[in-house]
């Protein structure tokens, strides 16, 4: 085996460097995206009426799953291979990355997460077989203390990149979600106005361009961009 040989021989590959690579991207995006959701909670616990203790509940289902499906993963890494398992976990946590944006209610969110922390184990046991298979074992302490170090950047960068574009969606759905208001009232001029605003700092924002468009039917003006 030719990966063997050079593992023996201590001789360094440009795959390793990968590897190594990709194992630092994969622990930084998992501790930044289980750190999301706390970055978010008020929000969350507003829109859905949620107490403290609904997200209590809620941070637990995905540590719950976590550790049960933890053991299990690695044994299906063991009989079936790394890189079909970590795709599949990637994979996985990118879907309910988005699908827990997109829950309507507090029994959704603890499936959702719950469903995430099972997708999600295993992670590290696929990253601690890779390292063993192409890093020797005199480098592999470093190896392993840089994709440490990594998962704890991408958990205390969280915020600084969630916050800005948790803000910068809020102003513009603010915007629509009060011209809604206006519109149920009738007052179209001033609805207009708003959706005009949240169209300008979002113009790809399809909820505004519909209610835009009804509210131009109903005046009986020409649609435009």
Same mark, same amino acid.
């Not at 992670?123 to 063993?132: D, E, R």
């Given at each position: 085996?030719?990966?063997?040989?050079?593992?023996?021989?201590?001789?360094?590959?440009?795959?390793?460097?990968?590897?190594?690579?990709? &194992? #630092?991207?994969?622990?930084? $995006?998992?501790?930044?995206? =289980? %750190?999301?959701?706390?970055? /978010?909670?008020?929000?969350?616990?507003?829109?859905?009426?949620?107490?403290?203790?609904?997200?209590?509940?809620?941070?637990?289902?995905?540590?719950?799953?976590?550790?049960?499906?933890?053991?299990?993963?690695?044994?299906?890494?063991?009989?079936?291979?790394?890189?079909?398992?970590?795709?599949?976990?990637?994979?996985?946590?990118?879907?309910?990355?988005?699908?827990?944006?997109?829950?309507?209610?507090?029994?959704?969110?603890?499936?959702?997460?719950?469903?995430?922390?099972?997708?999600?184990?295993?992670?590290?046991?696929?990253?601690? &077989? #890779?390292?063993?298979?192409? $890093?020797?074992?005199?480098? =592999? %302490?470093?190896?392993?203390? /840089?994709?440490?170090?990594?998962?704890?950047?991408?958990?205390?960068?969280?915020?600084?990149?969630?916050?800005?574009?948790?803000?910068?969606?809020?102003?513009?759905?603010?915007?629509?979600?009060?011209?809604?208001?206006?519109?149920?009232?009738?007052?179209?001029?001033?609805?207009?106005?708003?959706?005009?605003?949240?169209?300008?700092?979002?113009?790809?924002?399809?909820?505004?361009?519909?209610?835009?468009?009804?509210?131009?039917?109903?005046?009986?003006?020409?649609?435009?961009?």
């Amino acid at each position: 085996d030719p990966i063997e040989a050079d593992l023996a021989a201590g001789r360094a590959t440009r795959t390793r460097y990968k590897v190594v690579g990709l &194992a #630092v991207l994969l622990a930084m $995006i998992t501790y930044l995206d =289980r %750190a999301c959701i706390a970055t /978010l909670a008020d929000d969350i616990m507003h829109d859905l009426s949620l107490t403290k203790t609904h997200m209590g509940y809620v941070f637990s289902a995905f540590a719950l799953a976590y550790a049960i499906f933890e053991i299990p993963t690695a044994w299906w890494a063991d009989r079936t291979g790394t890189r079909k398992v970590l795709t599949r976990i990637v994979l996985w946590w990118s879907a309910f990355t988005s699908l827990t944006g997109v829950v309507s209610n507090y029994s959704l969110l603890l499936l959702v997460r719950f469903c995430f922390g099972m997708g999600e184990a295993g992670a590290y046991p696929n990253a601690s &077989a #890779v390292i063993a298979r192409w $890093i020797p074992s005199q480098h =592999r %302490a470093r190896a392993w203390g /840089l994709i440490w170090m990594s998962a704890q950047i991408g958990a205390a960068t969280s915020p600084l990149l969630v916050v800005p574009i948790q803000e910068g969606i809020t102003s513009y759905v603010s915007l629509a979600g009060i011209a809604q208001a206006w519109l149920l009232r009738g007052d179209l001029d001033r609805a207009q106005r708003l959706l005009e605003q949240a169209i300008a700092i979002e113009p790809s924002y399809e909820v505004a361009q519909l209610a835009l468009s009804r509210i131009w039917l109903q005046r009986g003006q020409p649609q435009h961009a």
